[in-house]
């Protein structure tokens, strides 16, 4: 009997999905602590992929740019009291990672006087709009750089501040892109996620493209980040504040 129960163990573990060791080879990231788990379907917002029990959400593409420039945008997320509530300073260096069209790029450009903007993203169509824009209003503090789903691609120690806006959640690989993102940050730089408040179940916003607090804390913990606090002045969207030591 002990032999057909070895062959049969076997049989599971090549039938089972994807472990975390799969995924990391074929990334070259080191080991990490949690697997990501193939759910064998998606749901209609996801992309059948678990990560810490959450099922990573589609990515709204290119096509959708006219959708993250909607002129209702200001009122429905109060972009202005997000930009305050970072306390952006001339000088700092700054991240704006799955930056899409820029629609927060310029205006923190505009005042970081002495500073610059890192605008990432990892596909070409949005970074080629933002390059038109840049011509077209003279703004030269902002760098535009191509990520992959599993790297963005920046330098080490380079940020003070690190801003995801409705882009997390859409992640591929959301462990090997928040270890970038932290190796990218300074010693005490800030990691600052705004995300739909998954908490709110009467939010129009598709389920998957929501984080609650509780969540957003865990995954930030899993690459060693400190949750510093959350400004809860925007109308419908956390803003969470973590620490790189």
Do not use: C
Request: charged share 25%; glycine share 8%.
């Amino acid at each position: 009997m002990g032999w057909i129960m070895m062959v049969m163990l076997s049989l599971l573990l090549w039938m089972a999905p994807p472990t975390w060791a799969d995924t990391v080879a074929s990334v070259g990231f080191e080991k990490a602590p949690i697997a990501y788990e193939s759910l064998g379907y998606a749901s209609d917002d996801g992309i059948g992929k678990r990560y810490l029990g959450r099922e990573i959400a589609n990515v709204i593409g290119h096509r959708g740019a006219y959708w993250l420039e909607r002129s209702s945008r200001a009122l429905e997320e109060r972009p202005d009291l997000l930009i305050k509530a970072l306390d952006l300073k001339p000088e700092m260096v700054v991240g704006d990672i799955g930056a899409g069209t820029g629609y927060f790029s310029a205006p923190m450009a505009r005042r970081l006087d002495e500073g610059r903007v890192y605008a990432v993203d990892i596909q070409p169509e949005m970074l080629a709009l933002m390059e038109r824009y840049k011509a077209e209003s003279g703004i030269e503090n902002v760098e535009l750089v191509l990520s992959t789903e599993s790297d963005p691609k920046l330098p080490e120690s380079v940020l003070d501040l690190a801003l995801m806006v409705d882009a997390y959640h859409e992640f591929e690989y959301p462990y090997e892109m928040m270890q970038g993102i932290v190796t990218a940050l300074k010693p005490g730089g800030l990691a600052v996620l705004a995300e739909y408040r998954g908490e709110d179940r009467l939010s129009t916003i598709k389920p998957h493209h929501k984080m609650s607090q509780r969540q957003a804390k865990k995954e930030m913990a899993a690459v060693g980040l400190d949750w510093v606090k959350t400004n809860e002045s925007l109308p419908e969207q956390h803003l969470m504040f973590f620490q790189k030591p």
